[in-house]
């Protein structure tokens, strides 16, 4: 008997596909707690219409990613903190306020957890963040720490 599995199921297959499993597994295990659906002409028209949407929604994610990073490339983030007499930051300057200068000065939103910082950053001056943008699409802030 052919179904539709609606999560993933161990042995089986993953959410989504059209796995070919025996009459009773289906009909005692899958079908009653909800794991899977019969493989009807309705049902499998369904199926296709839903990879079709998330094909489409991957490749709008892709796109807005592409086009964060050719905006990450014209821009430099500025940011302000305290420090004491040799220079040394009270604390360190953090993804967190990196993502929310970003969106404040020129609109990007990026999520903190994007951001990849090596070292944390305990000086004023220059840097280069390195940001992870999603499907394989990277970016570099350029980050300036100034004296508030």
Avoid at 26 to 37: D, F, S, T
Wanted: charged letters at 30%.
């Amino acid at each position: 008997m052919q179904v539709i599995l609606q999560q993933d199921v161990k042995g089986q297959g993953r959410k989504g596909e059209m796995v070919e499993v025996s009459e009773g597994y289906a009909r005692n295990y899958l079908l009653p707690r909800g794991l899977a659906v019969k493989a009807t002409a309705d049902n499998i028209n369904a199926m296709k219409l839903k990879e079709k949407a998330k094909a489409a929604h991957l490749e709008k994610e892709k796109l807005q990613a592409l086009e964060n990073a050719k905006k990450l490339a014209d821009c430099r983030v500025k940011l302000t903190a305290k420090a004491g007499s040799n220079g040394k930051l009270f604390g360190a300057v953090t993804s967190k306020e990196i993502a929310d200068a970003l969106k404040e000065q020129f609109g990007i939103e990026i999520e903190k957890n994007q951001i990849v910082q090596g070292d944390p950053i305990k000086n004023y001056g220059d840097y280069e963040v390195k940001c992870r943008l999603g499907h394989e699409v990277s970016g570099v802030i350029r980050l300036t720490v100034a004296e508030k």
